[in-house]
């Protein structure tokens, strides 16, 4: 596993859904619809991840300001949202360890470089897949066991 690194495993920004701390609420709701996704990495103006939007940010925003449908989300800004929970980023130069740790608990990872600028995410599939890739490649996957049952034995 010590030959992966987080590049390898990069989703890059141009290939990610994402929303701008300065849209609507509606347009980042028509986003994550149009690309299928509960949770998108928000970036501001100069590019930095900022937080991750998930839908119960919305559901609990529209509760607390009494907004009763997706026309009234027109009227507020992502950065009108509190953070709930952080999706934490991991830096492009840390290690494969730290990446694993964060993906724990999160469906995906968001990367960003050493000035926190967004360069995409690494989503917890694509931690399974090269996990999976290496483990089959290995040869404890494909080694024989060292045991076997004797006939009639179970």
Sequence with gaps: MSSLNILQLL????MTAYISDGATLRQ????????????VPVINKAGEYVKTMA??????????????????LEAYMVGDVPKRVMCEPVSV???IEDL?????NQNFVPVVDGRGVFIGIVTRRD???ACYAELKNSEMF???????????KA
């Design 28 to 39: 980042a709701a028509e986003i994550m619809r149009r690309h299928g996704y509960t949770a």
């Design 127 to 129: 931690i399974l897949q």
């Design 55 to 72: 839908e119960g940010d919305f559901l609990w925003f529209m509760l607390e300001n009494g907004v009763k449908d997706i026309t009234g």
């Design 100 to 104: 694993f740790m964060l993906s724990m």
């Design 142 to 152: 494909s080694a024989q066991p060292e045991y076997e049952l004797e006939e009639g």
């Design 93 to 95: 130069d840390s290690t």
């Design 11 to 14: 989703r890059p920004k141009a």
